[in-house]
C-alpha cells in the first residue's frame, strides 16, 4: 500500500508540474510556427498522406518536451543520485537532443520540394539510423557496463554480455526505437501505446522488486496523461522526436534492468508491426519501384481505407492493452 501510494503522489506531481507550463510551450510553439506542414509534392509521393493528414497542417510539434523536461528536472531533484539515475539523465538529454534536431528540420523542409524528397529517400533514412546506431550503441555501452549487467533472458535462453551482443544489441535497440518513432502519426495513438508501456513496466517493477525504477515510471505517467490531454483529438500538439526518443530509450532501458527484454517484444508487437510495414514499403519503392502496401506505416493504411482516425488509434489502444496483458501472464508464469 505504502508504494501505491508513493506511485499515485509521484504521478499527481509530474501532472502538476507539466501542466503547469504545458499551454504555455504550446503558445511559443504557435508564435515561433514550429509546426507541421503537409505539403503535396511535385512528384506526388506523398499524394496519400496528404490526403488523409492535410487538414493537420499548421499544429505545432515538438509538443514530446513537456514530458522529457518535467521527467529530466523531477528525476534530477528528487530521485537520490545513483549510476542509475546518471545513465538515465544522460541519455535521457541526448535522446531528447536528438529529436529536437530532428523536430526542427521541419523549416528546412519549407525550403524546397527537393530537400522533402531527400528526406523521404532511402539514403536520408539509412544515414538517419546510422546516426541513431552510434548514439544507441554508446547507450547500450554505458548501460552494461555502468549498472554491471552481465547477462539477459530471451525466451529461456541465457545471453551473455560481450563487445559482440552489445554491438548486436544495440542494432535492435535502435530499430525498436525506430519502431516506436514512426507510431507517433495519429492524434493519441503512441501516447496511449507509452502509457501502457509505463503502467505495465509499474506492475513488473513492484512484483519483481526493482523499487528503485517506480519514480521514474510514475514521473512518465503523469507527464504523458497532460500531455494526452492536449494531444487527442482533435490535437492541439504533436509529439515528435523529443518525446518519442527518450521514452523509447526509456522503456528499453527499463526492459533491460528488469531482465524482460523477451516480454517487451510480446508487450510492443504493434510497434513492430509499425517498424515492418515501413520497411518493407521502403524496401519496395526502393528496389521494385512500386509500392506494396496503399500507405505506410500500418496505422495509415487503416484511415487511408476510410477508417475514422478515432476509431483506430481506440483499435491499437485495444490491441496494446491485450498484448501488454498477455505480456505480463507470461511474465508470472517464467518469471
Not at 529536437?100 to 527537393?114: C, F, H, P, Q, T
Not at 544489441?169 to 530499430?175: A, D, K, P, R
Not at 531482465?259 to 517498424?275: P, Q, Y
Request: hydrophobic content about 60%; aromatic content about 16%; overall charge positive.
Amino acid at each position: 500500500m505504502e508504494q501505491l501510494t508513493l506511485i499515485a503522489g509521484l504521478v499527481l506531481l509530474a501532472m502538476a508540474v507539466t501542466f503547469a507550463y504545458a499551454p504555455f510551450l504550446i503558445k511559443l510553439l504557435y508564435k515561433f510556427q514550429i509546426v507541421v506542414r503537409h505539403q503535396l509534392m511535385d512528384n506526388k509521393m506523398n499524394e496519400e498522406f496528404v490526403k488523409i493528414q492535410g487538414h493537420k497542417t499548421g499544429t505545432p510539434t515538438l509538443g514530446g518536451l513537456m514530458i522529457a523536461v518535467s521527467v529530466f528536472f523531477l528525476v534530477m531533484f528528487w530521485v537520490p543520485a545513483s549510476d542509475l539515475k546518471n545513465v538515465f539523465l544522460i541519455f535521457w538529454t541526448l535522446f531528447t537532443l536528438y529529436g529536437l534536431i530532428e523536430g526542427l528540420i521541419v523549416y528546412a523542409r519549407k525550403l524546397s520540394d527537393k530537400f522533402r524528397a531527400l528526406e523521404s529517400s532511402f539514403e536520408w533514412r539509412l544515414g538517419k539510423l546510422a546516426i541513431l546506431y552510434l548514439l544507441g550503441l554508446w547507450a547500450v555501452y554505458s548501460i552494461v557496463t555502468m549498472l554491471a549487467i552481465s547477462e539477459i533472458t530471451l525466451f529461456g535462453l541465457t545471453i551473455l554480455i560481450n563487445p559482440l551482443t552489445i554491438i548486436i544489441g544495440s542494432f535492435f535497440f535502435i530499430l525498436a526505437m525506430y519502431a516506436m518513432e514512426i507510431t507517433d502519426g495519429a492524434d493519441g495513438l503512441v501516447t496511449g501505446q507509452f502509457l501502457i508501456a509505463f503502467i505495465s513496466y509499474t506492475v513488473i517493477s513492484l512484483v519483481s522488486g526493482n523499487l528503485n525504477l517506480l519514480p521514474y515510471l510514475a514521473f512518465m505517467i503523469g507527464s504523458s496523461l497532460v500531455y494526452l490531454y492536449f494531444n487527442i483529438n482533435p490535437a492541439r500538439v504533436f509529439m515528435g522526436g523529443t518525446g518519442t526518443f527518450p521514452i523509447a530509450f526509456a522503456i528499453l532501458f527499463f526492459s533491460i534492468l528488469t531482465n524482460t527484454v523477451d516480454i517487451l517484444l510480446i508487450m510492443g508487437l504493434i510497434f513492430w508491426t509499425e517498424l515492418a510495414t515501413s520497411a518493407l514499403q521502403i524496401l519496395w519503392i526502393k528496389f521494385l519501384k512500386k509500392r506494396l502496401f496503399k500507405i505506410a506505416p500500418f496505422h495509415h493504411y487503416f484511415e487511408s481505407i476510410g477508417w475514422p482516425e478515432t476509431k483506430m488509434v481506440q483499435r491499437f489502444w485495444l490491441f496494446s492493452a491485450i498484448f501488454a496483458i498477455l505480456s505480463l501472464f507470461i511474465f508470472g508464469l517464467t518469471r
